[in-house]
């Protein structure tokens, strides 16, 4: 179980590790080669330490699954995902331009190129949309400007949700997954099957590079500080920005309106209204004043009454959950004997629910006194080693994907 060692010169499933060219809190990225592929590949890997939080391994998890599905010119091609038997990793074609990054850190922009980014982000969300997925993380160091083309691509998917996949992530924590200046408001609430939160996300971006501010400021990722953005309104862009239009003002706010309903329907018709500001049909929101202080307050003390601006979100909901039989799966010696006979019921009740899903569990024992460590002798990580047991154990009932 003991993971290789990634470093350069070694070789990897084929493919042959270069020199390392960044490295995160979450994860590295190597240039890496392979006979037969003649184009700039990367591979991404996991940092799996003693006392990381297992978000970080359940979220590699989430974009090993979604990422090879994906296609078309606004995702990176997949050319390859590792097991966590041996080394996580997925390997994808390095992107040929600059980060989006790079522009927000010179905003405000000029505003035909405000625009003209926003109409590229839009287009780029109606293909991922389109596949069934919901980005959920979209900031500027997750967008890259392909060269010569120009396109938007939505790189890292560990917080993404596909629609018609098991979402990892929502099943096994209870915290607001994204970013938190662009985190939208229903995914403080934990909902995670919205397009809309992504229009939600694109709107902040149009803000940000359009006035050289974010609507929400930078909060700290605590559900107390991202609830005020279920009732504070932020500035209008254009008290920030005069020269900034009216349609530009009523495009931005309503992507960032609190209530999904209330933003674009879909990408399409945001991209749509971007590259046709004759067509945008103004409301108040073009001309729109700063919220005062009263109303706010008033409306902060709405919703520490309990009511919640955006009520019954199951309303929202794109894609049904399947039920789940869960099995607690004892990996000790001592349960050697119950191993069959469990896998055998367990086989029988999923016969007789065909659209269920499995999942295994399986305790962690923690210290009464001491310190809790994470990692077995030889470095490898507990969490992972049990994720792989578990993986091999419901593997023996030869089940369909």
């Not at 390859?80 to 074609?93: H, I, K, L, N, R």
């Not at 000029?110 to 919901?134: F, W």
């Not at 674009?264 to 004043?289: G, I, M, N, S």
Request: proline share 8%.
């Amino acid at each position: 179980m003991a993971r290789m060692r990634v470093q350069t010169g070694a070789s990897l499933d084929g493919f042959v590790i270069g020199e390392k060219l960044h490295q995160g809190g979450m994860a590295e990225i190597w240039d890496v080669t392979k006979a037969g592929i003649d184009v700039p590949l990367v591979m991404k890997v996991p940092l799996i330490l003693d006392g990381d939080d297992p978000t970080m391994i359940v979220s590699f998890e989430q974009e090993m699954m979604i990422l090879p599905r994906l296609s078309g010119p606004h995702v990176p091609r997949c050319f390859g995902v590792g097991d966590f038997a041996s080394q996580p990793y997925v390997v994808m074609e390095r992107i040929a331009g600059e980060s989006l990054l790079s522009r927000f850190k010179a905003a405000p922009l000029p505003l035909d190129e405000v625009v003209d980014l926003g109409a590229r982000m839009a287009t780029a969300l109606v293909s991922l949309h389109g596949q069934d997925v919901v980005h959920l993380d979209l900031k500027p160091s997750n967008i890259m400007l392909r060269a010569p083309g120009g396109e938007a691509v939505f790189i890292d998917f560990g917080l993404s949700r596909h629609l018609r996949l098991p979402d990892l992530l929502a099943e096994e924590f209870r915290i607001p997954m994204g970013t938190a200046p662009y985190i939208a408001p229903e995914q403080v609430l934990k909902l995670r099957e919205e397009p809309r939160s992504d229009i939600f996300a694109l709107g902040v971006l149009l803000y940000a590079l359009a006035t050289g501010k974010r609507p929400f400021g930078n909060p700290k990722h605590t559900t107390k500080a991202l609830i005020r953005r279920l009732y504070e309104k932020p500035t209008p862009p254009r008290l920030l920005r005069k020269e900034i239009p009216g349609y530009l003002q009523e495009i931005i706010l309503r992507c960032i309106e609190v209530k999904p309903e209330q933003r674009y329907p879909t990408a399409r018709q945001l991209a749509f209204d971007l590259r046709h500001p004759e067509h945008v049909t103004l409301t108040e929101r073009a001309t729109r004043k700063p919220a005062g202080r009263l109303t706010n307050f008033l409306a902060g003390r709405f919703w520490n009454a309990g009511s919640a601006p955006i009520a019954g979100t199951d309303s929202y909901r794109h894609a049904s959950t399947a039920p789940i039989i869960m099995v607690a799966v004892d990996l000790s010696s001592e349960g050697t004997a119950l191993m069959e006979p469990i896998q055998s019921l367990t086989a029988t009740l999923l016969e007789s629910r065909p659209l269920a899903r499995l999942a295994c569990v399986n305790v962690l024992k923690t210290a009464r006194i001491g310190l809790d460590t994470l990692t077995e002798a030889d470095g490898s990580s507990i969490h992972v080693k049990r994720l792989v047991e578990l993986k091999n154990w419901a593997a023996g009932m030869r089940l369909p994907p």
